[in-house]
């Protein structure tokens, strides 16, 4: 069931579910759904294309949404779910970020939300997370650690390492990781992923963790990404592969996520450290490491075992941590 309560998309998600299977709809009939005369129906349904959905009608026989949409389901994605984990999880028709929704809740651990349309999705570093409706994966999880912020420094590589098995299994081989945990296929983002945490720095605290796939999202629909991107459905066409049902990628995707944050107190990175440097972007080439107003130039050679970034510089290798860090490639 979706949990569209209080979202700005109120009586239009009904419409949504309707318009969902791509067909023609009548006026009259979306009116009686909207609560509105024929002649205003248009009006409102102009407004879902400030959600990202693309709408045509066609004089006499109606309304749709070319292609149809793939709508989430959390009682499809519960029952092709393989972990045995007790789980909380809900999704939203609309948040305003999955991430911003188990952070404001007491205790995010172990609960699991995944949001149709985000209207202030956050990437890393402050930025925007463009997350138009029914196209992509908006996904966080909580999670509690003991042991402090220190231990989580690979967290975020191995969740990578999550993501990469994840499209893996939805037929997409050739991605590379890019320091920290920026999913590339081709130097193009794919997938994205926050991490944040709250409670005791050097104790027990709860993470949150988010990821964002791109998967249906279209060039000719999107214009405000400030960086080259690529969505999972394209490479899939590219190669004739058939795509996944979006409810079957994020119950992969979940479980690769709890597969990883239920071992990760015990194995911390170096269990994935080989699977991450496998997929690693930039391995061997000059980079240029920005933090701040700061540059280190140097031979990108590897991560450490605990998911430190090391560079062959003039000064010797040298070890780097998470943070505001950039990572840009010079060749
Ligand atoms: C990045 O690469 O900058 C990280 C992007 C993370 C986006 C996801 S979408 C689900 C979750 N909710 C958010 O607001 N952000 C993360």
């Known amino acids: 069931m979706i949990d569209s309560h209080k979202s700005e998309l109120g009586a239009l998600w009904n419409i949504v579910t309707l318009l969902a299977d791509g067909e023609f709809h009548s006026g009259e009939d979306l009116g009686g759904i909207l609560g509105v005369s024929r002649a205003a129906v248009w009006k409102h349904l102009q407004k879902l294309e400030g959600f990202g959905v693309g709408l045509s009608s066609v004089k006499g026989r109606g309304y749709r949404i070319q292609g149809g949409l793939d709508l989430l389901d959390a009682e499809k994605i519960k029952a092709n779910l393989t972990s045995k984990e007790d789980l909380d999880l809900r999704v939203f028709a609309q948040l305003d970020s999955t991430n911003s929704f188990l952070m404001r809740e007491q205790n995010p651990s172990r609960k699991i939300c995944l949001a149709e349309f985000q209207s202030a999705g956050r990437g890393r570093r402050g930025r925007v997370w463009v997350s138009p409706l029914a196209q992509n994966i908006y996904c966080s999880i909580g999670w509690e650690f003991d042991g402090g912020v220190a231990a989580l420094e690979g967290l975020s590589l191995a969740i990578g390492v999550a993501v990469v098995r994840t499209l893996q299994i939805a037929g997409v081989n050739d991605v590379t990781l890019k320091w920290p945990n920026d999913v590339l296929h081709q130097n193009k983002k794919l997938a994205g992923i926050l991490i944040e945490v709250m409670g005791d720095p050097v104790g027990c605290c709860q993470v949150v963790v988010g990821v964002g796939l791109n998967v249906a999202m279209q060039h000719n629909q999107i214009n405000d990404i400030d960086q080259p991107w690529t969505a999972l459905n394209s490479l899939l066409a590219k190669e004739a592969k058939s795509t996944m049902e979006r409810n079957y990628l994020a119950a992969a995707m979940i479980d690769n996520l709890i597969a990883i944050l239920t071992d990760y107190h015990q194995t911390g990175f170096a269990r994935y450290h ?47 941590h998470g943070g505001e860090l950039s990572l840009r490639s010079l060749s």
């Open 274 to 320: 080989s699977e991450w440097m496998q997929k690693a972007a930039y391995l061997g080439d000059r980079v240029v490491l920005r933090n701040g107003q700061q540059t280190v130039t140097g031979r990108f050679s590897g991560v450490s075992s605990t998911g430190a970034l090391c560079l062959e510089t003039d000064l010797g290798e040298q070890t780097f």
